[in-house]
């Protein structure tokens, strides 16, 4: 069974093609500027062969035509007709309190997923335009899944979701923390209690997604029972351009004393702010570095802050749960920045951390494995994510289903 997995964006596409016989990329790449002038088509197989086009793409159909001729090139292409694809499985931002699962989308789903958007107003319209373009280019006959970032969240207690402000806010307009990045937490910390031969139920852990956009989970006896972002990503610890939380009140007097409007407010909140704000480089954490290792003291203070920060935050969720078993590092930060991971790891070594240096050292580039000592009390791992395997095996499950009882 080929599947392919879609993760729409207002103006990008990124896909791969995976076959399910034994979960390996077949093919994958990206349309971005979707559009926009100077479209780009990127195109890249399994064994190689590669296709990089400047195209215009003035829509996500015009772009998934593209990605359709792609699979099916005498020179390039992998299949042989698009029946071969047996479903196609889409990223979904957000969910709400409604999708707690990933679902056979139908129409009413679709709706459903419009009612979502005032919680993910760039995110989630994104997401239809991929789901209408599938349906034109492939047809309706083609299946298609929704696989939520939320729903992985979605077993977290009102103690942890719910925000102290007047109830009714949560019953008219859903205001509660949903939760992000839940497919990469799921996939991690299910193959950390894989890694250390324990059932994922009976384990508690840490799951840090650090990337451009970051969020920590806590994870005891399979379920999540908190997580750093909130109602939207920008909640949590500082990011990339993200402030991550901070005084509620910090916003209304920016804009008095600024005369800022609240897209400009949100604007600087979310674009301007985290690491970029902090150092002036950049919002790359590899120009942050190098500033940093130029001596460069705002760099510094920036790194400071990012570290200390995610380190409260493994420290409150290791009492949230009683307890902690691993902490896992995963995304580009968490599997290649290898001083971010020792310096957290030394700031919460009265946990009971023990970082093994040299294995730290090693551990970049897509490896995967333990970077604590062995006689560490809470083990550490670095876990390269695979979003895209697991929006795969959640369609292919209810595809398989669906056939099933069709029988």
Same mark, same amino acid.
């Given at each position: 069974?080929k599947?392919l997995?879609?993760?729409a964006?207002s103006?990008?596409l990124?896909?791969q093609?995976?076959d399910m016989?034994d979960e390996?990329?077949?093919?994958k790449? @990206?349309?971005?500027?979707?559009g926009?002038?100077?479209?780009i088509?990127?195109?890249k197989t399994?064994?190689?062969?590669v296709? &990089?086009?400047k195209?215009?793409?003035p829509?996500h159909t015009?772009?998934? #035509?593209k990605?359709?001729?792609?699979l $099916?090139?005498?020179?390039?292409g992998?299949l042989q007709?698009?029946?071969?694809?047996?479903a196609?499985g889409h990223?979904v931002?957000?969910?709400?309190?409604?999708f707690i699962?990933s679902? $056979?989308i139908t129409? &009413?789903?679709?709706?459903?997923?419009?009612?979502?958007?005032?919680?993910?107003?760039?995110h989630? =319209?994104?997401h239809i335009?991929?789901?209408?373009?599938?349906q034109? +280019?492939?047809? @309706?006959?083609t299946p298609q899944?929704?696989v939520?970032?939320?729903?992985f969240h979605s077993?977290m =207690?009102?103690r942890?979701?719910m %925000?102290a402000i007047?109830y009714? !806010?949560y019953e008219?307009y859903?205001?509660r923390?949903?939760?992000?990045h839940?497919?990469?937490h799921? %996939?991690?910390?299910?193959?950390?209690?894989e890694m250390?031969?324990?059932?994922h /139920?009976?384990m508690s852990?840490?799951t840090c997604?650090?990337?451009?956009?970051?969020?920590?989970?806590?994870?005891? *006896?399979g379920?999540v029972?908190d #997580?750093t972002?909130g109602? #939207?990503p920008l *909640?949590?610890?500082?990011?990339g351009?993200r402030?991550g939380s901070?005084?509620p009140?910090?916003?209304?007097?920016?804009?008095e004393k600024e005369?800022?409007?609240p897209k400009e407010?949100?604007t600087? $909140?979310?674009?301007?702010?985290?690491?970029l704000g902090?150092?002036?480089?950049?919002?790359?954490? /590899?120009d942050?570095t190098?500033a940093?290792l130029?001596?460069n003291q705002?760099?510094?203070?920036a790194?400071?802050?990012l570290? !200390?920060?995610i380190s409260?935050?493994?420290g409150? !969720? #290791?009492?949230a749960?009683g307890?902690?078993?691993a902490?896992v590092?995963t995304?580009? $930060?968490?599997e290649?920045?290898v001083?971010h991971r020792?310096?957290?790891?030394e700031a +919460?070594?009265?946990?009971?951390?023990?970082v093994?240096?040299?294995r730290n050292?090693?551990m970049i /580039?897509?490896?995967?494995?333990?970077?604590?000592?062995?006689?560490? =009390?809470i083990?550490?791992?670095v876990?390269p994510?695979?979003?895209?395997?697991?929006?795969a095996?959640?369609t292919?499950?209810i595809?398989?289903?669906?056939?099933? !009882?069709?029988?």
């Open positions: 069974m599947i997995v879609i993760n964006g103006s990008s990124k896909y093609l995976l016989t390996n990329v077949v093919a790449g @990206n349309c971005e500027r979707i926009l002038d100077g479209g088509f990127s195109y399994a064994d190689g062969r296709r &990089e086009q195209v215009d793409m829509d015009a772009a998934f #035509t990605v359709k001729d792609a $099916l090139d005498a020179e390039v992998v007709s698009l029946s071969e694809v047996a196609i990223r931002v957000q969910g709400g309190a409604r699962q679902v $056979l129409e &009413e789903v679709i709706q459903g997923i419009e009612e979502q958007i005032p919680l993910a107003p760039l989630n =319209p994104a335009q991929g789901i209408r373009a599938c034109s +280019v492939f047809g @309706n006959e899944v929704a939520f970032d939320t729903s077993t =207690p009102p942890a979701y %925000y007047p009714e !806010y008219k859903g205001i923390r949903y939760g992000f839940g497919t990469s799921r %996939y991690v910390s299910a193959r950390c209690s250390m031969n324990r059932p /139920r009976e852990m840490i997604h650090l990337g451009n956009g970051s969020s920590l989970a806590a994870i005891k *006896d379920v029972v #997580t972002m109602l #939207t *909640d949590g610890f500082m990011m351009t402030s901070l005084d009140s910090i916003v209304t007097f920016l804009q005369n800022l409007s407010i949100d600087i $909140l979310n674009k301007k702010s985290g690491l902090v150092s002036g480089v950049s919002s790359d954490d /590899r942050v190098k940093e130029e001596g705002r760099a510094i203070l790194h400071q802050m570290v !200390y920060q409260k935050y493994i409150a !969720y #290791t009492v749960m307890g902690c078993d902490i590092f995304a580009g $930060l968490g290649n920045h001083g020792q310096k957290i790891c +919460v070594a009265c946990l009971g951390v023990k093994d240096h040299d050292e090693e /580039r897509g490896k995967c494995g333990e970077i604590s000592t062995d006689d560490s =009390p083990k550490v791992f876990i994510t695979n979003e895209e395997l697991v929006i095996r959640d292919r499950d595809i398989e289903k669906m056939l099933y !009882y069709k029988k």
